[in-house]
């Protein structure tokens, strides 16, 4: 009877916590995006609606790596709490060992580990393909959107598009550069003193094309260069047929999709590498969940008493900074080859099982 109201109690404190932490996460990581947003409607004259939408779609991307971080946000404030007000002494006092204390942590955090599985399944991949969708069909209406001044900008059908300024309200470029590959055999780089994103209404939709002008195009083709001087000289960036089609990218994929691709036998070793490490990324984040817990207990029942909360604050951002760059780094050697997507996208969680460990024998003494 007083394991289930410990449960109660705990499981009350750590919920409302949760959520808290997602919606603060959520706001932190739009902050990050906050410029380029800002750009859209200030610079570009993108709708205040189109962007609300843009925030929406990246929200529901980012959860499945928002739940663990909640999740250790959670379970170490509660615990800390617990532990400043020798609560967890107490609790030990009346006969409550520590797997009773740690259980609360558990079950919330197999819970959350489902609820993020589901969600990078299925409701992740959804908002990943609508923000692309969105920002195919923003392009398709401000192509000038897509090209970022002073930024190698892709999402040409195979072309890279660079420019020193641009002029988001006229179309218009200086000092352009474009690195077309659209036939692999024959690629081509263009350079022109200028140029001008021009749009036309066609029966497919809208259709841009950038027009450049005095500059020159370089071919290499059997170890010979040719170069070809032009005054004017188009090239299309957007075409309307093409974007109705355009194929999913390995995150807008579910999880029996990535199957299905996963077993395609004339794959390329990078698309092979990219779809395996997206599939383990996505099983190692729900299996985060539980580890999170168990080293959020342990940290937070030996976070410094006179401060625990901003000793359990600390904690966590320093947790999911490690977590992050390990994470991060991991993914990279995974999709370039170098560590099997198996072995790098489980490292971070390996690590996080030792220390789990570690900090939980530490509260049971």
Not at 18 to 27: A, E, K, N, P, R
Not at 240 to 260: H, M
Not at 346 to 360: K, M
Request: proline share 4%; net charge positive.
């Amino acid at each position: 009877m007083r394991a289930r109201l410990i449960l109660r109690y705990i499981l009350g404190e750590m919920i409302p916590t949760f959520f808290m932490g997602v919606i603060v996460f959520i706001l932190i990581l739009l902050t990050f995006q906050a410029l380029r947003l800002t750009d859209y409607i200030l610079i570009h004259g993108v709708k205040v609606t189109v962007v609300l939408e843009m925030m929406g779609f990246l929200s529901t991307s980012f959860l499945p790596i928002l739940f663990p971080m909640s999740l250790l946000f959670a379970v170490v404030l509660t615990y800390g709490r617990l532990s400043s007000d020798s609560e967890i002494v107490a609790l030990r006092a009346i006969g409550l060992g520590m797997p009773s204390i740690i259980a609360p942590a558990v079950i919330l955090s197999i819970l959350i580990g489902i609820l993020s599985l589901q969600t990078s399944f299925h409701i992740a991949p959804w908002g990943n393909r609508q923000f692309e969708l969105l920002m195919t069909k923003l392009g398709s209406e401000k192509p000038a959107t897509i090209v970022k001044e002073a930024t190698f900008s892709e999402g040409f059908f195979d072309r890279v598009v660079y420019a020193n300024k641009v002029n988001s309200k006229t179309g218009a470029l200086e000092h352009v550069f474009v690195y077309d590959e659209s036939n692999p055999a024959n690629p081509l780089t263009v350079i022109a003193r200028e140029g001008r994103i021009i749009q036309e209404r066609t029966a497919d939709g809208n259709a841009a094309s950038l027009r450049l002008s005095d500059g020159s195009i370089h071919r290499t083709s059997e170890g010979r260069h040719t170069k070809i001087d032009f005054s004017t000289y188009d090239v299309s960036l957007l075409d309307p047929a093409e974007q109705q089609f355009r194929s999913k990218t390995p995150p807008s994929l579910t999880i029996e999709e990535l199957r299905a691709q996963m077993k395609v036998a004339n794959l390329k070793r990078e698309e092979r590498l990219s779809l395996e490490t997206e599939f383990h990324k996505r099983l190692a984040l729900g299996a985060a969940c539980i580890l999170f817990a168990l080293v959020g207990v342990g940290l937070g029942t030996v976070t410094n008493r006179r401060n625990a909360k901003s000793g359990g604050m600390v904690v966590v951002v320093a947790m999911i900074v490690i977590y992050y760059i390990v994470y991060v780094a991991a993914e990279g050697a995974a999709r370039k080859g170098q560590l099997p997507p198996v072995i790098a996208m489980w490292l971070a969680n390996g690590i996080f099982t030792i220390a789990a460990g570690y900090t939980l024998k530490r509260s049971w003494n």
